[in-house]
């Protein structure tokens, strides 16, 4: 079973940085696209970034280049996502989640969309307070 488990999440001062991170189990990550997303309260999930590990290759939203980084360790099975120089209006549930229909497609998240996810993890909390 395809499952995936976000943590890390909780409350920072803004300014400061938080490190996400997303274990899968049930399937392998290199063989998959994986993003991360980010849903404030009343605003429509959006697309924070992509990775396809089997090859590294990684695509940002164009409002996280720069502050957000995301980083896989294949060993692990997890992905992580990075966040520096919080603000306040990054407070979100922060999601992992991948889409089956991805496997072995190098370049899955040239196009990537919340829309397209298939398998979504519990989101964790981001609190930024100012």
């Known amino acids: 079973e395809v499952q995936l488990q976000a943590s890390g999440g909780g409350l920072v001062q803004a300014g400061e940085s938080l490190t996400l991170s997303c274990k899968a189990s049930?399937?392998?990550?290199?063989?998959?696209?994986i993003g991360w997303f980010r849903q404030i309260p009343g605003k429509e999930r959006e697309g924070v970034s992509c990775?396809?590990?089997?090859?590294?290759?990684?695509y940002y939203g164009d409002s996280f280049k720069g502050r957000f980084t995301m980083s896989s360790d294949g060993a692990k099975n997890t992905v992580y996502l990075w966040m520096i120089d919080l603000k306040p209006e990054d407070t979100a549930v922060y999601y992992c989640?991948?889409?089956?229909?991805?496997?072995?497609?190098?370049?899955?998240?040239?196009?990537?969309?919340?829309?397209?996810?298939?398998?979504w993890g519990k989101g964790t909390l981001v609190t930024v307070s100012s």
């Open positions: 989640a991948t889409d089956v229909g991805s496997y072995h497609r190098a370049d899955y998240c040239s196009a990537f969309s919340h829309y397209r996810m298939t398998n």
């Open positions: 049930g399937f392998a990550l290199d063989n998959y696209a």
């Open positions: 990775m396809t590990t089997v090859n590294g290759n990684t």
